[in-house]
């Protein structure tokens, strides 16, 4: 089946679906036209599906380091396998960075010590929060995919397009 063009060229078109999937997956709705939305729900169930194979696939490993007083250490450490490396290298390839944001009640330290580890929030966030949800949803039903839902607002003011407001369920 052919994409659809959305009246524009190649990388114009490119650029614009993958920032629309970068920000339903870190803000979970997005307001876009039906068209638009089609063609980021396509995209989007395609990487949260990627995502939901291999988010329980990890590997504990011994790791030896040393303290601040040079005392080697032992310490397990969680590493992705193999087939989850790949899978977010995939997700990573596709997905824009979004930076993360300091909360307003949150202080320097706290924000500097959540963030510390993360490199890539965006995809840490469909890793470990958005596809383990949709994994038990799928094991409760019996069922994958519709992992979205489009809602439709009515007609743009100015063109007449039909709006809809495009969500993660």
């Not at 490119?14 to 939305?37: D, F, K, S």
């Not at 960075?97 to 320097?108: C, N, R, T, W």
Request: proline share 4%; hydrophobic share 35%.
């Amino acid at each position: 089946m052919a994409n659809r063009k959305l009246g524009r060229p190649t990388d114009q078109r490119m650029a614009l679906l993958r920032n629309q999937v970068t920000n339903l997956i870190w803000y979970g709705r997005i307001e876009t036209t039906v068209a638009r939305a089609k063609e980021v729900r396509s995209l989007a169930e395609r990487l949260i599906t990627v995502a939901i194979r291999e988010c329980d696939n990890t590997i504990e490993v011994k790791k030896e380091s040393k303290n601040e007083k040079q005392q080697i250490v032992m310490l397990d450490v969680v590493n992705d396998a193999p087939g989850r490396l790949a899978a977010r290298r995939h997700v990573m390839r596709y997905l824009y960075e979004i930076p993360a944001v300091q909360g307003k009640d949150e202080d320097k330290e706290d924000f500097q010590e959540r963030v510390k580890n993360v490199k890539h929030p965006v995809v840490e966030k469909l890793f470990r929060e958005i596809a383990p949800k949709y994994k038990k949803r799928a094991a409760e039903k019996g069922q994958g995919g519709g992992y979205t839902r489009i809602v439709r607002k009515g007609p743009r003011r100015g063109d007449a397009a039909e709006m809809v407001v495009l969500e993660l369920v």
